[in-house]
């Protein structure tokens, strides 16, 4: 049988690991929400640049 020791030091373990699995994930999500934020804003500054253009060509 496993000793108290022991099983707790198992349980902070999987506990570290999976916060640390957590924190991974949540960058992961971070960034690719940023990245489509900007990707975004790209987007709408070329739309407005062209509607400028349009507008001047009128």
Known sequence: MA??????????KMFSGTM???????G????IRAYRYFKRQEQLQAAAENQTEAVMKD
């Not at 000793?3 to 902070?12: E, F, H, I, V």
């Open 3 to 12: 000793s108290s020791k022991r099983m707790a030091d198992l349980g902070y």
């Open 20 to 26: 640390m699995l957590l924190t991974l994930y949540g």
């Open 28 to 31: 992961y999500l971070c960034s």
